[in-house]
């Protein structure tokens, strides 16, 4: 506390500082430095204002680094890679702050790869990131990268977009609100109508609960049914026997050659950490291919990518 009142008492002076003629004869680095301090200043007492609050600034020292959560929280970054699926080489990489978003990262992570390479990438295997109507819309779209995306689908309501819903035991109800991602519609029926129904046991996922039930209808059902449809294909069950291979390349960037600790502070200089590390296990890679006997190598599959 004491430190966050002299921090409100260093900035109520610090404010009035890019109003005053001393602070317009000095060099536009050194402008824009204070402007930086200021705004970062901001920041931290606006998180403390509201410690629920997302996306808050975990160190000053490193202001771009974020609290995120892979398994336990964890205050840093997220690296993000993609791999040929055929010659394990990693193709492109991406550094996010620790609750960066890293399906929404694919799209660009691709397109930066057929860029770079000058390919044309026909598939993706995603984890379950990847399941989210936003992403599979911009990884499918035919005007786009046009992918087909192989990623695990989970369960999620879908019904017609309509201002009233009607469920099997022909109760009906016209209370909806957006969801909180503004993704679809929830539909919420009233405790009454759901106390007594006979259906209760099969359509409540918690029958003894004094709430009534709540259905979602997404904006996205037609992508999320094409994803849950390809899960039943084999040329799903085969790419996704080919995905752990991203697992394991990930397991070597961080186990093998600490890319798990950052040795930098600031975004671009972890993502130049990456870099060089990825080009070294690109090298192991290299080496490796080029030591199997001839006869091993066999026809280029063309099952494009996978990511993580």
């Known amino acids: 506390m004491q430190r966050v009142s002299h921090l409100r008492a260093v900035l109520a002076w610090a404010d009035d500082v890019p109003a005053q003629e001393v602070f317009r004869q000095q060099s536009e680095p050194a402008r824009e430095k204070l402007r930086q301090a200021l705004a970062l200043a901001h920041k931290v007492l606006a998180d403390r204002e509201d410690p629920e609050a997302g996306d808050q600034v975990r160190s000053v020292h490193d202001p771009e680094a974020r609290r995120g959560k892979h398994g336990g929280f964890f205050d840093g970054y997220l690296l993000d890679v993609t791999m040929d699926a055929d010659s394990q080489l990693l193709t492109a990489i991406q550094v996010l702050p620790g609750n ?33 109507g936003p992403v599979l819309r911009e990884l499918t779209d035919p005007s786009g990268l046009h992918l087909e995306v192989f990623t695990p689908p989970a369960k999620l309501p879908v019904l017609e977009d309509v201002p009233t819903l009607t469920c099997p035991a022909g109760q009906t109800t016209q209370a909806r609100h957006r969801s909180r991602t503004d993704t679809g519609w ?7 109508q759901c106390a007594g129904c006979p259906l209760r ?7 003894q609960s004094s709430k009534g039930r709540i259905v979602t209808k997404n904006d996205y059902e037609a992508d999320y049914a094409a994803a849950q449809a ?55 890679r290299l080496v490796r ?20």
Request: glycine share 6%; with cysteine.
């Open 186 to 192: 929830k539909y919420r029926f009233r405790k009454h």
């Open 100 to 132: 960066g978003d890293e399906g929404a990262d694919a799209a660009p992570l691709i397109r930066h790869e057929e860029q770079a390479h000058h390919n044309d990438v026909q598939a993706v295997s995603i984890d379950g990131a990847g399941y989210r």
């Open 201 to 207: 046991e099969q359509c409540l996922e918690n029958p």
């Open 289 to 308: 291919l080029l030591s199997v006997p001839h006869e091993r190598v066999g026809t280029v599959r063309a099952q494009a990518v996978a990511l993580s």
């Open 230 to 284: 390809k899960a039943h294909t084999p040329a799903y069950a085969a790419v996704r026997r080919q995905h752990p291979a991203i697992e394991r390349k990930l397991a070597e960037l961080v186990r093998r050659h600490e890319l798990r600790h950052a040795r930098y502070r600031g975004r671009a200089r972890v993502w130049y950490q990456s870099l060089l590390t990825g080009l070294v296990v690109n090298l192991k």
